[in-house]
Each structure stands twice: as C-alpha cells, then as structure tokens.
Nanobody
Framework: QLQLVESGGGLVQPGGSLRLSCAASGSTFNYLNIGWFRQAPGKEREGVSCISSSGRTYYGDSVKGRFTISRDNAKNTVTLQMNSLKPEDTAVYYC???????????????????WGQGTQVTVSS
C-alpha cells in the first residue's frame, strides 16, 4: 500500500513562492502518474497539476505559467513549485496517485486512488 505525505505549506504574501513536496513510500510510486489537487472552503476540489511516470506534465488553466511540477524518482518525491502566488491559491493541497498508468496524466480526481493528508497553503497580506 502506498503512503503519501505532503509538506511545505504555510503562510505567504501575495506574489511570494512556496514549494510543496509529496513524499511516498512503496516501490511502485515511480511507475505511477502523480497529481496535485486543492480544495478551498465552500469550493469543489480542483485539479492543479500532474506528472506522468515519464515526466510529461499538465497544468490547470489557473496555474499555468506560475506553477511547476517535477519528480525525483530516486527520492520517491514529487515537487510543486508555486510562484507568483495569489489569494485565490489559498486552499488545502493534496497529492494523489492515478489508478491506471497512462502516457499522459489527467486531472480527474475520480481516476486517483491514493491520497495524502493535505497541506495548508494560505496567501494573504
């Protein structure tokens, strides 16, 4: 069974940066597509970014040009670098593994089976 742990969240001013990390146990992690999702109070869960096992990436429209996803298979880690943060980015951020291996990842939460506990990101002045 996979265990995912998010870290790196915190309080940052608008325009600032944060780097989130998703660390996983289990040898199968490197063969899976990994996604980042977020959920703010009163809003539906939103896909942020995902990366395939081969390193192909996809970004939601709201974060394109500001966020960068990457993975280090040697460390079983996926990183989400968040720049130019806005108050609208405030949410709990979750990483998850896609159930079915695909060449290109898809930001559909119904396709993800294992989820971390989440890390809070707050963007405020």
């Amino acid at each position: 069974q996979l265990q995912l742990v998010e870290s790196g969240g915190g309080l940052v001013q608008p325009g600032g940066s944060l780097r989130l990390s998703c660390a996983a146990s289990g040898s199968t992690f490197n063969y899976l597509n990994i996604g980042w999702f977020r959920q703010a109070p009163g809003k539906e869960r939103e896909g942020v970014s995902c990366i395939s096992s081969s390193g192909r990436t996809y970004y939601g429209d709201s974060v394109k040009g500001r966020f960068t996803i990457s993975r280090d298979n040697a460390k079983n880690t996926v990183t989400l670098q968040m720049n130019s943060l806005k108050p609208e980015d405030t949410a709990v951020y979750y990483c998850a593994t896609e159930a079915l291996v695909r060449n290109v990842c898809v930001l559909l939460d119904s396709r993800y089976n294992y989820w971390g506990q989440g890390t809070q990101v707050t963007v405020s002045s």
